[in-house]
């Protein structure tokens, strides 16, 4: 199975996590400026955990994903690709 997956949360979010662990703005900033934007990496995605929500929730998402990819994994080796 061949798949990207993205842990993404939303911009405001994803600023006051990084503020709270102590980095600046402008580091959050430099970093930001090299990385692809989050809109384009989520579009490119095969899939998306949004971690925008709560842990129960994202655990959920990682969950269901991991079974998702159970049941490719299990389809190409039946079909021996």
Known sequence: VSAVVVVSAPAPLQRARVLARGWSEEKLQAILA??????????????????????????????????????????EQERGT
Not at 40 to 69: C, F, H, M, N, P
């Open 34 to 75: 090299k990385q692809v934007p989050d809109e384009e990496k989520r579009r490119r995605a095969t899939y998306v955990i949004d971690t925008g929500t709560s842990l129960a929730d994202t655990e959920a998402q990682v969950e269901q994903l991991l079974a998702t990819l159970q049941v490719k994994v299990a389809e």
